[in-house]
């Protein structure tokens, strides 16, 4: 079993309680922003899987509903091998997203969304992204809270200081079934 799928089965039971909602992939020429419209209410959580690599070696960011305003906190802790750091964020206007940062090269991510329609509560997201470089890189572990109790009904995932996703980046959205 791989990666995706130990994470999967540890948390949500069997690969059966995902169901594939929407992918997309970057082709020649790169793109600014990837994003998953019209996300259904059917699902409990939701999960996002991605390889990327932004072109100008940078993170990645998100917005739920095309929010730009200051909604969002996060905290962080990203280890390389040799050295570890820690450092929680308020009041940003997006999801930060560390995978790749500072790097070249190709990343990934395991995102989940918590209970991204209820309405009655703010939206947790967690993830989990990692960058292999032949013996370097990092590993982390990142939350971020939505302050919106509305339903998230799209996912924007904007590239950084103006640069593109590069051709092959890919991401893959799916619905997660309640127990």
Do not use: C
Not at 15 to 20: L, M, P, V
Not at 54 to 71: H, I, M, P, V, Y
Not at 87 to 97: E, H, R, S
């Amino acid at each position: 079993m791989n990666i995706l799928g130990i994470i999967a089965s540890s948390k949500f039971g069997d690969a059966g309680d995902f169901e594939s909602i929407a992918t997309y992939s970057v082709g020649s020429g790169g793109s600014a922003t990837i994003t998953f419209s019209s996300i259904p209410a059917t699902f409990t959580h939701l999960q996002i899987r991605a390889v990327l690599k932004q072109s100008l070696g940078s993170g990645a960011f998100a917005r739920f509903n095309s929010d730009t305003g200051s909604n969002y906190a996060r905290h962080r802790l990203i280890g390389n091998g040799s050295a570890a750091s820690a450092v929680g964020d308020a009041n940003q206007d997006k999801v930060l997203i560390n995978t790749s940062q500072g790097f070249s090269d190709f990343g990934a991510i395991v995102m989940d969304i918590f209970d991204y329609a209820n309405t009655n509560k703010y939206k947790t997201e967690r993830h989990l992204f990692g960058i292999d470089l032949n013996g370097s890189g990092q590993v982390g572990l990142e939350s971020n809270l939505w302050r919106d109790t509305s339903a998230i009904t799209s996912i924007e995932f904007i590239s950084p200081n103006g640069g593109n996703y590069a051709q092959y980046s890919h991401f893959a959205l799916y619905g997660i079934r309640s127990a």
